[in-house]
């Protein structure tokens, strides 16, 4: 009988002496109105009359949701909708679950007293059959409820039986079954393993899964857990403890989140909300009520509560953002906590390893919920914005020991004190931070000012010992380094600090001495250079998106920003692999005059026979073998070459013969180029339709590139295709950098320094319908979207072997990016590149020459501006036929915008291969930032100008 | 031969060739019909239902998240265990790959990516290094071990660069920690030797035999590390052998959308797919037939079909795990074809799309990573230790 008690009395319960003094409390008192159902009755547990295992039919499991734990009464107010519940879960009385508890006492070993007799069965079934897994289960008729019995064995031994004994008997043959279809390697395995892989399943048991001896990082000695191991699955929380009930009922809390019973994150989930009210007694765990004030215990960083080294990690989880319960996380730290932040304690280091504890104190220190909040700061009686702050803290030399708080800064002289006090501190002088320093802010009535700042007795005491004349009330304007002057005079009287005694004064009256003599220099440069949090970054970095179809230019808008933004655009290696990259360009180009040069060749051949044959007609022989040879024709070295170099073309492989190609055969480059045969090629280079246009920017260099000694310039870097790698995506960080005086005096873009942008450039390839990386950008502020204006009249290849207009297949791109779901409240910005082209083409080709702009009939003044000028300027009042055909295709654009999504697309004008175009739209694209930011669509731009411009002209 | 002609006879030869390829996916189809009801869902589960094989049956209390991984700031694109059960690596959108103790729920390492767009990462055999990739196109190794730089970011120790376009899965070929095959969004899956950083074969690409799409997920056979399978946006499979780069092994037809997982069935004796068309396919890898599909009705409003975002199997092969675009994951018993348990009506389940599926070695766990930034180790509880 003692044993059965001790299985039944509650957490922490001593065991009575005699049966007398067990105070009993099965079930309250129901005063409620009359149910019209039955009322099920608890009965004691014979247990003589365990029932036996049975097999579970399987079919009646279907409805998986209904729980096998056999559900409460609850007394105060047994709604219909529990009774349900109740009924139900009886009728489904057969769901297979887990006994859980027994695994633990597996081993506890056979002491377990009479708990332990009726769990032999199951005990039994764990440690002799694999197939056949046996459940006990306590059939309470009529079921008023679980029985939470929890056994007290020895003190501190306790076996968490509670759920595990209300249960149905089941045998799972599946196991049987999935070894039929996974063949025997698996089943073996699966068998074998048993053992170990117990690991996971204790964790569910015990939160604290000790006695998982394989473990290998964990350091939990199993017999230390066995001291704690009950709370999760013993459904009575903590903090009944000390409740003198022996069996105790589901109360409602629990029986509201009952999955929870066996989920343990969120039964720990509703210990925390219980927490406050449950107090445990002093000095113990939050979370199994144990332990004394000299249990070593770690404290949450936000709420103060204190778990035992068993629960911590229950309680914190993985702890993302440092030391706090699972619930506090989000939440800011208790202030008083902020200097142990990242300090780790004893407990931690015993429970887990280096690593581990490294990655929470980082976190803790780093994240940004934990850091001191600009909110509660005050300096010089103005709040600080977060940017604030991070100046403050991030400066050479920052105030100490932050706390939240209200401060005077003096400015001038970097004197930093508490609102109402003397200086406690020299900052970096000249932050921008807080407002303007009152008079009164240290409080001082000596009528003696410091930078306008009355100073205090100390301070003037230390004055009038540093040999400072104080008579007469003066001001005095101190500068950081100590020199001082008075009001109204301008030699510079001394230096405040300069004499050793003074500092020895200060010492004594605890006021700041400057720490030492800092270059001004170097501060300067460190303020620019000052690192930014981890946390700010991920805020102020605006992401820029540029995409485009391929030939649209994107790839030299990137690069262009590199060379704008770029202190070191491309760094040395950079540039030996562009050497490569271009001089593979080139030989890419030969190549690709070399067959022109054999089409060339042939087809001139063609003429001359047939020239020949007319001739021959005519005149009757002479036909030689000499006449064979066209201007197409190459000599035999050459000729070799050229075949040696279309086959490694043909092969794919041309850039794995560089560099070794230049090596050897920049002589023959040089030949080669300098041939008639190339050279009447190239003067048909516009017949070459795979000829890049940028090709004769390079082959006319030929001979100098092919050597060895050959460095790019900017301008060939600029030029160069597949530079910021075609295949894969390029990213930059950059700042604008303040261009002209007027803006650095703009004290609004004190904060735009800090914002920060990212101009990321996706390749072409695989944007498409079924684009699977597109969602990856959902946090991108701006897509900017570019389009070659000269593509109007250029076909592709759309994959189906179909030849499609260019401009079209950038349209066609546009709409599935502008109406893709990541997009969908995306900001457009529209880049309309190669203008240059533009302008060189439009007179010889029609626009009309592309099907979209069948209506483009521009009117043309009389006295048009010569298209062959180039202006770069554009000229309003009498823009070319380019500019015209620039207004109409945007127009375009924006129409087609406005027709997918409704909102207003931002165009600009960009020439690729001139800096100040691309600047200017990048510029463009952080103002619709700001405007975004602000929501003033102040349709101020330029651009709204040139739409009505162009709605004139376009039908 | 003038262009017009030539075009004409393009356009006739391609008629052919589809027409070719019609009568080739009849012939399939009546081949796969094995009963001859020409129902393509009753596989081998109505033969299994015949035979009164009835589905595992799931409580509620029978798969349990025992541990929340919090830590990443942005959605979780994929994970990885170690061999030996209790790490797992998880990359997510925020840049950062991140190394777990599985047991202690703790971070061992946050490594902070030079491409922040990461699609999938592994651990290798030993334990040692983890391999990431991602849209810039570089399969990145880093060494666990060797020290941080000043900033406290652990180095990168190798790159694995030859791809033209983005790295959409890798894996460590098992037992060998110098070898890696990753897939790729140029069409083509790469075995590499990590030590060198040489790729030692491509698959597929100018083969005519390849995938003509992005590939989007490989699987190594654990059986025979030689065979390896790969799914694509062509809507097909394919069987390859790492020692015969030049040809696939075998195409598997069938998926109407793109393959976007694949995984080998535990036994290698046949994979599991996943696609963008909703349904799970079980083929075998000798015959080359499908065995089963995986295919649950939605009553979807929109009529839009929830994806399959990636699949794994529990160590007996019983059970397939299965996430979907939905936020659904289901658990099918693979030998019956039904769905014994949906994930998300757990309690602790995920808030977002479930985006990887992983079990640990030893199949007492399995992992799943979602794009609410989270992943959870889920348990089974009860008497199964595994399935």
Known sequence: ?????????????????????????????????????????????????????????????????????????????????????????????????????????????????????????????????????????????????????????????????????????????????????????????????????????????????????????????????????????????????????????????????????????????????????????????????????????????????????????????????????????????????????????????????????????????????????????????????????????????????????????????????????????????????????????????????????????????????????????????????????????????????????????????????????????????????????????????????????????????????????????????????????????????????????????????????????????????????????????????????????????????????????????????????????????????????????????????????????YEPSDEDILYAEGITSSNGLACMDFSFPHSGHFESIDTADQHDSLLRYQLIRVPARGLGENCKWLEMFEDVRLVIFCVALSDYDQFCDDGNEVLMNKMLASRKLFEIIVTHPTFKQMEFLLILNKFDLLEEKIEQVPLTSCEWFHDFNPVRSYHHSNSNTRSNSINNNNPSLAQLAFYYIAVKFKRLFASLTGRKLYVSLVKGLESGTVDGSLRYAREILKWDEGRENLSINELSYYSTEASSFSS | MSVAELKERHIAATATVNALRERLKQKRTLLLDTDGSSSCYSHFAGYARSQGRTPVSFGPTDLVCCRILQGHTGKVYSLDWTPEKNRIVSASQDGRLIVWNALTSQKTHAIKLPCAWVMTCAFSPNGQSVACGGLDSVCSIFNLNSPVDKDGNLPVSRMLSGHKGYVSSCQYVPDEDTHLITSSGDQTCVLWDVTTGQRLSVFGGEFPSGHTADVLSVSINGSNSKMFVSGSCDATARLWDTRIASRAVRTFHGHEGDVNTVKFFPDGQRFGTGSGDGTCRLFDMRTGHQLQVYHQQHAAADGEVPHVTSIAFSISGRLLFAAYSNNDCYVWDTLVAKVVLNLRSLQNSHEGRITCLGLSADGSALCTGSWDKNLKIWAFGGDRREI
């Open chain 1, 1 to 709: 009988m003692k044993s059965l008690l001790t299985s039944m009395l509650p957490v922490g319960a001593s065991i009575p002496h005699s049966q007398d003094e067990v105070e009993y409390s099965f079930a309250m008192e129901y005063h409620g109105p009359p149910v019209t159902y039955d009322l099920p009755r608890a009965v004691p547990i014979d247990i003589k009359r365990i029932p036996t295992a049975t097999v579970v039919p399987p079919t009646s499991l279907s409805d998986k949701l209904s729980l096998p734990i056999a559900q409460p009464l609850i007394a105060p107010d047994p709604s219909s909708k529990n009774s349900k519940e109740l009924t139900l879960g009886f009728d489904k009385i057969v769901s297979p679950t887990s006994v859980i508890a027994f695994h633990q006492r597996d081993r506890d070993g056979p002491d377990c007293g009479l708990s332990g007799e009726f769990s032999s069965s199951g005990t039994l079934a764990f440690s002799n059959g694999h197939d056949q897994s046996c459940e006990l289960s306590v059939v309470v008729d009529g079921g008023s409820g679980a029985l939470n019995l929890s056994n007290e064995h020895e003190g501190s031994q306790q076996l968490s039986g509670g759920i595990g004994i209300s249960r149905t008997l089941e045998c799972f043959s599946s196991r049987i079954e999935s070894h039929e279809l996974s063949g025997s390697s698996g089943a073996q395995r699966a068998s074998n393993d048993c053992k170990e892989s117990l690991d996971f399943l204790n964790d569910i048991d015990q939160p604290d899964w000790g006695s998982t001896e394989s473990m290998q990082s964990s350091r939990f000695l199993s017999s230390e857990v066995s001291s704690c191991k009950d709370e999760d699955f013993n459904n009575d929380p903590p903090c009944h403890a000390k409740r003198t009930s022996i069996v105790t009922f589901l109360d409602a809390e629990s029986s509201d989140t009952i999955h929870g019973d066996f989920s343990p994150v969120e039964g720990q989930a509703i210990q925390e909300q219980r927490g406050p009210e449950t107090r445990p007694k002093k000095g113990a765990c939050y979370r199994c009520s144990k332990g004394n004030l000299f249990t070593d215990k770690e404290t949450c960083i936000v709420c103060n509560k204190k778990y035992c080294s068993n629960c911590i990690l229950r309680a914190m989880g993985s702890m993302p953002e440092g030391r706090k319960c699972v619930t506090c996380i989000g939440l800011p730290i208790d202030e008083s906590k902020r200097e142990s932040l990242g300090k780790c304690s004893r407990v931690l280091k015993w429970l887990l390893n280096e690593l581990e504890i490294q990655q929470i104190m980082k976190a803790e220190k780093s994240c940004e919920v934990n850091q001191l909040q600009a909110e509660l700061i005050y300096v010089n009686r103005q709040q600080l914005c977060p940017e604030e702050l991070i100046l403050l803290q991030s400066c050479p030399k920052p105030p100490k020991k932050l706390k939240p708080g209200k401060y005077w800064y003096d400015k001038v002289s970097g004197l930093w004190g508490k609102e109402g006090q003397k200086p406690c501190n020299i900052i970096s002088p000249n932050l921008n931070v807080g407002g303007a320093i009152m008079p009164n802010a240290s409080n001082g009535n000596t009528r003696v000012s410091i930078n306008n700042r009355e100073v205090t007795k100390a301070e003037l005491w230390m004055l009038q010992l540093a040999g400072v004349q104080c008579a007469g009330n003066p001001n005095f304007w101190v500068d950081a380094d100590g020199s001082y002057q008075e009001e109204g005079q301008k030699n510079i009287k001394g230096h405040i600090w300069g004499k050793s005694a003074t500092k020895l004064v200060c010492a004594v009256l605890s006021l700041p001495v400057p720490s030492k003599a800092t270059n001004p220099c170097r501060e300067e440069k460190a303020l620019v250079d000052r690192p930014v949090p981890d946390y700010l970054e991920q805020r102020t970095l605006q992401k820029l998106l540029l995409v485009g179809y391929s030939g649209s230019g994107t790839s030299t808008i990137f690069k262009q920003a590199k060379f704008l933004y770029k202190s070191v655009s491309f760094s040395e290696d950079e540039r030996q692999d562009i050497k490569l990259i271009i001089q593979s360009n080139v030989y890419k180009y030969l190549g690709i005059l070399l067959e022109g040069r054999e089409r060339f060749e042939e087809e001139s051949q063609v003429e001359m026979k047939k020239n020949q044959s007319v001739e021959q007609s005519s005149a009757l022989g002479n036909a030689s073998e000499h006449d064979e040879k066209t201007i197409y024709s190459i000599g035999p070295r050459l000729k070799a070459f050229s075949d040696w170099l279309l086959k490694v073309m043909v092969s794919g492989n041309l850039e794995a013969i560089f560099p070794a190609a230049t090596r050897e055969y920049a002589p023959l480059v040089e030949e080669l180029w300098k041939d008639a045969a190339i050279q009447a090629t190239y003067k048909r280079r516009t017949e070459l339709q795979m000829l890049p246009v940028v090709a004769s920017y390079f082959l006319e260099r030929a001979v100098e590139i092919s050597r060895m000694d």
